[in-house]
């Protein structure tokens, strides 16, 4: 285990349980459809590697890095799109693929803008999520696991940029951030 890492949330072993589980209900959910998946950088890389390669669908794969401003609601939020899409997505099953969901901003801006952009159906994947800090209300269909309000890194999430490679996700001993 790496030195900043006080305890294991999810070992190798688990997170791939959560994404075959997760593989299997959108095989079942979009079964006959060609999905577009978005791949939300940086964060989401290694969940969105492991989760299409068990697709059976027909998957095509576009990546978009977003963050959210603003103040508290969605309405007076806006999102800030730091890499777009190459894809045009009117008339497509689009599938974002995010790696935790936090206040919940960003996705439910973003689904917004992606209806706007005129999609055929827009769903959420968030390997995790953490229901005590969402401020908005954003309807996710795939969610690997809800988590507490705790930081946590490796499987792509980060800290300062270090730590995505870990293979397990992890909990940093506080005085890494303090
Ligand atoms: P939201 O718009 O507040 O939901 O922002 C979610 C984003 O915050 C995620 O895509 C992550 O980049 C980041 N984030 C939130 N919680 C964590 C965490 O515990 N570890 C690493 N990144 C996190
Ligand atoms: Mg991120």
Known sequence: MHNDIEAI???KQEIDMM???????INEDYEGKELLAIVILKGSIMYAADLIRCLSVNVKIDFMQVSSYGSGTVSSGVIDIKKDLDTDVKGKHVLIIEDIIDSG???????????????????????LSKPSRHVVDVKVEYI??????????????????????LDYIGILKPEVYM
Not at 19 to 25: E, F, G, L, N
Request: aromatic share 8%; hydrophobic share 40%; proline share 2%.
């Open 144 to 165: 690997g696991a809800e988590v507490p309000d705790e930081f946590v890194v490796g499987y792509g999430l980060d800290m300062d940029e270090k730590y995505r490679q």
């Open 9 to 11: 949330m999810y070992t």
């Open 105 to 127: 901003r960003t996705l439910a801006l973003l689904r917004e803008e992606l209806e706007k952009r005129g999609a055929e159906s827009v769903s959420i994947t968030a390997l």
């Open 19 to 25: 994404v075959h589980k997760i593989a299997t209900q």
